[in-house]
């Protein structure tokens, strides 16, 4: 079974430009989450989508929005870019959203995305 | 609000020696627990979860974890580290409320450095 694919690796954007990061998740996973890793703040939550629908949001900007399609794939966008937004974005699948048994999330190698 | 604590930055061993990494947390109610491991320019690696019952908790890789509710610990351990166990290393919780869906909280990495 195919892992997690995150689309492109790495970006290169200027301040202002917008970008959208993709995620495919393993065949059958329904939940997709994005994290953005940074040296300074580490690995923080960014948003989570489930069954087309955005299930939690992190302490971000309303430049960050994400969205999920019917095959549960995944894009993020944000929106007139910051140099601070310079990251690794990690996008994460699971089989369901809060499932009782704690299922762990697989995530993909990431987009480096550097903004100038 | 969830925080997770890994008070060392980095963590030296022998090859040969027995490895511990440390991660406190402090949250509401019983999280589920996780233990993941970055490799450069890769995403991350579930290595184990705690979700009840026994307190040690065997993972991949030979890896194993214990679980410590009165001081609220899961520090990860490996009997006899290996130079390949060289990486980052991430302590992560998760509300156990389904309605917090699959939100996991991380702290903020341990680097191990295994020495031949």
């Known amino acids: 079974k195919a892992g997690v694919t995150q689309t492109p690796r790495y970006l290169i954007k200027t301040r202002g430009q917008q970008v959208t990061l993709s995620c495919s998740p393993i065949?059958?996973?329904?939940?997709v989450s994005w994290y953005q890793q940074t040296p300074g703040q580490g690995l923080q939550f960014l948003f989570e989508?489930?069954?087309?629908?955005?299930?939690n949001k992190g302490n971000f900007p309303g430049r960050f929005s994400g969205r999920q399609f019917s095959n549960s794939r995944s894009e993020m966008n944000v929106s007139t870019l910051e140099l601070g937004d310079s990251a690794l974005y990690l996008c994460?699948?699971?089989?369901?959203?809060?499932?009782?048994?704690?299922?762990?999330?697989?995530f993909g190698p990431g987009t480096r995305l550097t903004v100038l | 609000a969830q925080s997770v604590a890994q008070p060392e930055d980095q963590v030296n061993v022998a090859e040969g020696n027995p490895l511990t990494v440390k991660c406190t947390y402090s949250?509401?109610?019983?999280?589920?627990l996780f233990w993941y491991v970055q490799y450069p320019n890769r995403g991350l690696q579930f290595l184990l979860k705690?979700?009840?019952?026994?307190?040690l908790v065997k993972g991949s890789y030979g890896f194993e974890a214990e679980f410590n509710k009165s001081q609220t610990s899961f520090h990860l351990k490996k009997p006899s580290a290996l130079v390949s166990d060289s990486a980052l290393y991430f302590c992560?919780?998760?509300?156990?409320?389904?309605?917090?869906?699959?939100?996991?909280?991380f702290g903020g990495g341990t680097r191990v450095l295994v020495k031949p």
């Open positions: 994460a699948s699971s089989l369901e959203s809060g499932a009782p048994l704690g299922d762990e999330q697989f």
């Open positions: 065949s059958g996973h329904r939940s």
């Open positions: 989508y489930f069954s087309e629908t955005q299930r």
């Open positions: 949250v509401s109610g019983n999280p589920y």
């Open positions: 705690y979700i009840t019952g026994d307190n």
């Open positions: 992560a919780v998760r509300d156990r409320v389904r309605a917090a869906g699959n939100k996991l909280t």
